[in-house]
């Protein structure tokens, strides 16, 4: 728990410590993006379902940081909920006049109400056209590095814009 708490702090702080115009001159852009997703999870638990709400604030174009409260469900195991805090950096192509498609890329930590906290690693790749945005991910939590012996698991996410996503 200890380990939890200094990663959500210094998360906090680097948050805190880049100013809102840290950037070139002139370089506006929204700060502030969410999104809800649903997720597939594969473990030596068998599969289950993950649903979020991810909030991420952008310190730069491409560095952002998110924080996601989720909840686990399905059939044969305990539902159980918690938070992923995370750093990451994304690019962006533009394809078209109004299609582009983007990278990110990233890590941080899961805290959950199950002490099945852990750090992760996650990528993604998305693509948007005109409103609409659809993206798929892979998070890797690595259970090893927190608790000796215990088994990592992979979570596919699809994320969209048409469920309420959006940015200010």
Do not use: C
């Amino acid at each position: 728990m200890k380990s939890t708490l200094k990663v959500l702090i210094l998360m906090g702080f680097v948050s805190a410590a880049v100013p809102a115009t840290w950037g070139a001159e002139g370089d506006s852009f929204k700060r502030f993006r969410y999104d809800f997703g649903a997720s597939a999870v594969s473990s030596s638990a068998g599969t289950s379902n993950e649903a979020h709400f991810g909030l991420d604030y952008y310190l730069q174009r491409w560095l952002f940081v998110r924080g996601a409260p989720f909840v686990r469900f399905g059939s044969g195991i305990d539902t159980f909920y918690g938070l992923d805090t995370s750093l990451s950096g994304s690019v962006s192509f533009q394809l078209a006049e109004s299609l582009d498609s983007g990278l990110m890329l990233g890590g941080g930590y899961r805290v959950t109400n199950v002490q099945a906290d852990a750090p992760f690693t996650e990528g993604g790749i998305s693509i948007r056209a005109g409103g609409f945005s659809l993206s798929g991910s892979m998070k890797y939590i690595l259970h090893s590095a927190s608790t000796p012996g215990a088994q990592n698991e992979r979570i596919y996410t699809i994320s969209t814009d048409f469920a309420g996503a959006g940015s200010f």
